[in-house]
């Protein structure tokens, strides 16, 4: 059985149909990213997903714990790195203060931030502040970790931190979905990619299938790579 798997999902807003009947599985250890114009829906499905927003239609069978990573970072302006990244994990997950405090230092090390964990989100970069947001997402260990659009706030040399990071992970085998508009990173990144556009899917394949397909709304899309 898939670690997650999504059947026949639907939602809409109003008359705006979003998703329209979208299927996929994802497999422990496998990285899936999500690619696609604005507006396909592709932030929406991350966002029934993880019980953000809730299906009109559809099964979602995840039974395991989740982790997700928004595109703004979502910290706590309020609370230091160190209680940003605590605060689930004790309040929520109820576990040993010793043990949880002892991972979040050990996640600020990965994350080359060891010396940051008693400054505040507005003390930080925008990269600083998305591998805090990174570190707090596993600092819940997760069995998934979703990303949306974990890079579109950034700018260039920002973003090649935060993917350096997302890299590093996809090589421990952590399992991810990413919502993404980097599609060189998707390329190099990804076992599976899902081409959403409409609210469904019009491609899902290994990155060299979907890259490589004859589709020709995928070739519009991805006109700078048949350059």
């Known amino acids: 059985m898939s670690l997650l ?81 605590t605060n689930a994990p004790l309040k929520v997950q109820k576990r040993d203060k010793a043990e949880v405090l002892k991972s979040a230092r050990e996640l600020l090390k990965k994350m080359g931030l060891e010396d940051k964990e ?17 570190a707090r997402a ?31 992970l996809a090589a421990e085998h952590m399992t991810m979905v990413i919502v993404t508009h980097e599609m060189t990173f998707a390329r190099n990144v990804a076992d599976k990619i899902i081409f959403m556009d409409d609210g469904v899917i019009i491609e899902e394949g290994t990155p060299e299938d979907v890259f490589s397909s004859d589709n020709q709304r995928m070739k519009d899309f991805l006109g700078k790579f048949y350059d």
Do not use: W
């Not at 400054?119 to 947001?133: D, I, T």
């Not at 600092?139 to 990071?165: G, K, Q, Y």
């Open 118 to 134: 008693d400054a505040y989100p507005h003390e930080l970069s925008g990269g600083q502040q998305q591998r805090v947001s990174i």
């Open 5 to 85: 798997e999504v059947k026949n999902l639907k939602k809409s807003f109003d008359d705006n149909v979003v998703l329209k009947d979208i299927s996929l599985n994802v497999e422990k250890g496998e990285v899936l990213c999500i690619i696609g114009p604005s507006g396909s829906g592709k932030s929406t499905l991350l966002r029934c997903i993880t019980k953000l927003d809730h299906e009109d239609s559809g099964d979602i069978n995840f039974d395991g714990a989740f982790g997700l990573v928004f595109q703004d970072f979502n910290l706590f302006p309020h609370h230091s790195v160190l209680k940003n990244i």
């Open 138 to 168: 596993l600092a819940m260990n997760p069995d998934i970790l979703f990303f949306d659009e974990p890079t579109s706030a950034l700018d260039p040399e920002l973003t090649s931190e935060i993917l350096v990071v997302i890299r590093d």
